[in-house]
């Protein structure tokens, strides 16, 4: 079997010549999932060099055309020869597929009948991204408990900042479900709240991640140690386009910068890893796991309480990350000056999801966080250092007032 990818007009077009058969099922899936994790979405199989196909090669159709549409993409059959049609239509799934005779059936200069939302964003590595612009309101940030005490594990219950899961939008930190202190002291670690939605991951041997929807009669009981919350409405929504190097956090936040108003701005995104470094507790920072007070954070013990990764992790995973970022550390005002690590201009939080596909349409980026949310299956949470690295997503900007 012989497989090249063409682009025609908004189309890639692949044509495949041979037998689809159990012997290039595995091949041809590989191709069709090689062009979906590179960004395409509009895509057409020309079939008609094809000289044959099998249940396995049919079952690869099918399996496509459904993952295809899950993320707003389409895929097309053109040209099939009639023997090979006729395996659709003898298994039942000829009216699951389209099919087309030629390239001129598609319309490529079809016109919006409405002003787009879409304008032109930044550039980067001279690549340049795709926005949406929405008129959303500016919101606020506040701190949740203080981060004196971590430096020597030195938290106790009086230390404990406890609210209800409503009234945290977006935020991170060291925290953890429950109601009694007894019962989850150990188990504080990376936390995020992505629109109401918790994730912490406890500082534990062989942790798991522990999370919690969101209803709003729910009375479940979110405890911080240290932390922060933010609320607001995106003002602009960025779509990464996927490059064959991935772009790291710091360089992408710099390109994030020239589109987001103000000095202080909130970020979430959505995206695709190109290897994540993000740190994590080993052990709950209170004061009985550290009766010597020992500073944990120095070069003697931070190994022994920070999990610190030495190369990218989690390479193609799916991550919701939650953060703020400042232009100006000196120009904050001293109460928010805590928010963010010693020489660093952000402080971000994320959940690891297993691998998957994303929409990459910009107009579906509040949708396809919350389908990631509740289909697929959350691993960890770390705190994100500014070398992770992303192939391709969304990043939603939250301009945050400073008083």
Known sequence: MKIVVKKTGPFDVMEVQGRIDGLSSAEFKLALEECAKAGVRQLIINCSMVTYISSAGLRVFIQTRKSMGLIGGTMLLMTVPEMVRDVFRISGMENFMTFIEDLPELDFDSKETEPSPIAEGPELNGVRFEMR????????????GSSLQLKNAGYTAGDVIALPQHEITFGLGLAVLGNDFDDFKNFFGEAIVVKQRFFSYPAVKKSYIDFSGFVAENPTRLNFLTGFRFTGDYSRVLKMPVQQASPNIETLLGAVETVAAGN???????????????????????AENNPAQIQILDDHHFAEWMNFPVEGEDIHKIIIATGVIVRDPLLL???????????SRFHMHAVVFDSGLLNLNVLKFESELQRVMDEFEPQKVVHLLPSSQLQSGFIGIINLEEN
């Open 133 to 144: 612009v929405v008129k959303g309101s500016a919101g606020r940030v506040s701190s949740l």
């Open 264 to 286: 202080l701005f909130g970020v979430v995104i959505l995206a695709v890893s190109g290897g994540i470094y993000g740190m994590h507790l080993q052990k709950s920072p209170i």
């Open 333 to 343: 005002p001293a109460h928010l000056k805590p928010l963010f690590p010693a020489n």
